[in-house]
């Protein structure tokens, strides 16, 4: 998974094949202590969600652009 940020919007991409493509997109100022009511950061991270989920990630790399 790719995400991109800018000052207004996280944008998030997969790349399958040497392609791009967008999964979707969020406003940035909604997770702003003025919106959401004493937001301190963003956290970025891998998980699996519901009863009796597993998940294997391998190769996860998180860079700095």
Excluded: D, P, W
């Excluded at 791009?20 to 969600?49: D, K, N």
């Amino acid at each position: 998974m790719i995400i991109r940020a800018t000052h207004e919007r996280y944008s998030f991409l997969i790349r399958e094949s040497g392609r791009e493509t967008l999964l979707g997109t969020a406003q940035t100022r909604y997770l702003s202590s003025e919106v959401a009511g004493g937001f301190t950061g963003v956290l970025i991270g891998l998980y699996a969600y519901g009863e009796g989920s597993t998940a294997e990630f391998s190769n996860f790399k998180c860079e700095y652009l």
